[in-house]
């Protein structure tokens, strides 16, 4: 962690040495008010004490200044900081996919982007800062006794090494096991919590809403256990810590009891010092959380992207045409021997991939976006081997609609510009025509909640469509750009899907059947083979699954398609 946030270090340590100069002159006017008031009882002439009162004022101020000073340059520095390592994960997390939800889910994924990384920031504020700012200050006080008195200055080190290194150590022990299972429950936690919000038509659907507020109660609990058994032992050292304090300071007193004025001014001196040390507990304790936070951002920085781009890429050719031989995807590190796809793909020329579920479709069209690696068998663009591509690259020319494709919860305006940021409302407006969207044009600012809950499901849809035309990739890919909706919903988004795609290279990926004669080629996959490919016609005079998956309602009783 501080490796990915050593550009900022330089500024966090001016932050440190304002701080530490801010406790010193806390310690310096409790030092100097301490002695005014001891010697201003015997009553010396005022010139005797203006020295002191001066010094009380300077000290006064600078304390303030300082303090202003470290909050100002700490917090500025290590929120530039939390920005560069939230950037850093996510730019982490991007290779990953689809992986990531797999391995993670998105609601623990989404608290290790959110929390994980806001913790990275006490370990500057809450750990770092502090444990600078006590070895600065306890050897300036030490110093300052020893000059006086060294066998107080033992005393004091024995206190301040018990107060600020045995008790830490004791913290973090017992803080450990505490910080661990915080965590665990508070991934779980957030996970219940989004499936809760996410859910709850589904979970009122089922009757379910009861068990599954039950579960998140339950973790709420069992969260509130961890942090209840973590909060028992920080007090109890805190506890230790006063206790230590005072026994110490009383020790200073009696062991230089001949120093008059002195005696006074060192016991509070020494006081003062441990209201630095006695933070020390909390700050181990708070790097036993850092450290459970650091490890489960770790486990994400540290794992390899689900398709590395090559150590020494290719330039993207300009042609665009996709050619595949005897591909199959990797899943999981795993090759099915018998999933092979061959598919030729110049400009202009549109396919659909077809077949039952579960018939390796979206794994074709994820190996073809770079989000899956090829297991074996080549694929090229525009005659290079996709694999000497950069992952960013293919996906400017390849690219779409997935299957899981999300509404933001943004305007629609800002929907459509994730895939064209520079566009303005007119072209905005000519892709929801192109959709099916034609009167749209004046409800850019509609806000569409959710993932799109504000919307039917065939709006939600076109809205897809409209953003994948907007992307204006040279092969476009659509995932089921008719999933969840009914017949003559789904009828009507195909037709404009294949009007508004008319000459541009597009693969379809589709489990429906209908509307698709207007296609060049139809590939039906099932189990990852092909077993059938051809036109509408070809595949219809041969009688094999295409025909026998058409609906009956287009078919008439000699078995032609209507």
């Known amino acids: 962690m501080l490796r990915l946030i050593s550009p900022h270090l330089p500024r966090i340590a001016l932050a440190g040495l304002i701080g530490a100069g801010a406790e010193l002159s806390g310690i310096a006017l409790i030092a100097t008010a301490a002695w005014l008031l001891a010697t201003a009882a015997s009553a010396p002439p005022l010139t005797a004490l203006s020295v002191a009162i001066v010094a009380v004022r300077t000290f006064a101020i600078s304390r303030g200044v300082l303090r202003y000073l470290d909050r100002l340059v700490g917090h500025d ?25 797999r391995v993670f889910g998105g609601p623990d994924l ?4 959110v929390t994980d990384v806001d913790a990275i920031q006490d370990l500057v504020l809450r750990v770092f800062t502090p444990i600078w700012t006590a070895v600065v200050v306890g050897a300036a006080t030490l110093t300052f006794v020893a000059f006086f008195s060294p066998p107080a200055a033992a005393v004091a080190a024995c206190g301040l090494l ?25 991934g779980a936690l957030a996970a219940s919590a989004v499936d809760l919000v996410r ?73 003062v010092a441990f209201e630095s ?42 042609d665009p045409t996709l050619r595949l031989r005897g591909a199959r995807p990797a899943i999981g590190g795993r090759v099915d021997a018998g999933a092979t796809v061959d598919l030729d793909l110049p400009p202009g020329r549109r396919v659909a991939i077809v077949g039952p579920s579960g018939g390796g479709k979206t794994m074709l069209l994820s190996m073809l976006t770079r ?34 494709a999300h509404v933001f919860a943004v305007t629609i305006r800002d929907n459509l510009r994730v895939a064209a940021p520079e566009a303005d409302d007119d072209r905005l407006a000519a892709a929801l025509a192109a959709a099916g969207l034609p009167d749209w044009a004046d409800r850019l600012d509609l806000w569409p909640g959710d993932d799109g809950a504000e919307l039917s499901g065939g709006q939600r849809q076109r809205l897809l469509l409209a953003r994948a035309l907007l992307a204006d990739h040279a092969v476009l890919v659509l995932d089921e750009p008719t999933e969840h909706l ?42 990852g083979r092909v077993v059938e490919r051809g036109t509408h016609d070809q595949l219809m005079d041969r009688g094999g699954y295409y025909h026998q998956a058409q609906p009956q309602s287009t078919i008439d009783r000699t078995g032609s398609a209507i």
């Not at 018990?162 to 508070?186: K, Y």
């Not at 297991?375 to 997935?402: E, N, P, Q």
């Open 77 to 101: 520095a290590v929120l530039r900081a939390l920005a560069a390592l939230r950037g850093r994960v996510f730019s982490a997390i991007a290779p990953l996919v689809p992986a990531t939800s």
């Open 110 to 113: 989404l608290n290790r982007l």
């Open 162 to 186: 018990l107060a600020g290194v045995a008790l830490p150590v004791v913290a973090s022990r017992t803080a450990d096991r505490a910080a661990r299972d915080t965590a665990v429950h508070r």
């Open 199 to 271: 859910g709850e038509r589904d979970l009122a659907a089922y009757g379910a809403t009861e068990i599954a507020a039950q579960r998140a109660s339950a973790d709420a609990d069992a969260l509130a256990d961890a942090e209840r058994r973590g909060a028992a032992s920080a007090t109890v050292t805190t506890a230790l810590g006063t206790l230590v304090a005072g026994v110490t300071v009383i020790a200073v007193a009696l062991t230089a009891p001949d120093l008059g004025v002195m005696t006074a001014v060192l016991a509070l001196t020494v006081l």
């Open 277 to 318: 040390v006695a933070v020390l507990p909390a700050a181990a304790k708070r790097l036993v959380d850092i450290r459970a936070s650091a490890r489960r951002l770790v486990d994400i920085l540290d794992l390899p992207p689900t398709v590395p781009d090559p150590a020494e890429p290719l330039p993207l050719p300009t």
């Open 371 to 404: 989000f899956v690696p090829i297991g074996s068998g080549t694929v090229t663009l525009g005659g290079v081997d996709m694999d000497r591509l950069t992952g960013d690259d293919v996906r400017t020319v390849i690219g779409g609609m997935t299957a899981d």
């Open 486 to 527: 009914d017949d003559a919903t789904a009828d009507a988004v195909t037709r404009d899907l294949l009007a508004a795609t008319e000459g541009r290279s597009l693969l379809l990926v589709t489990h429906r059947l209908r509307g698709l004669d207007q296609l060049d080629e139809i590939v039906v996959l099932d189990d």
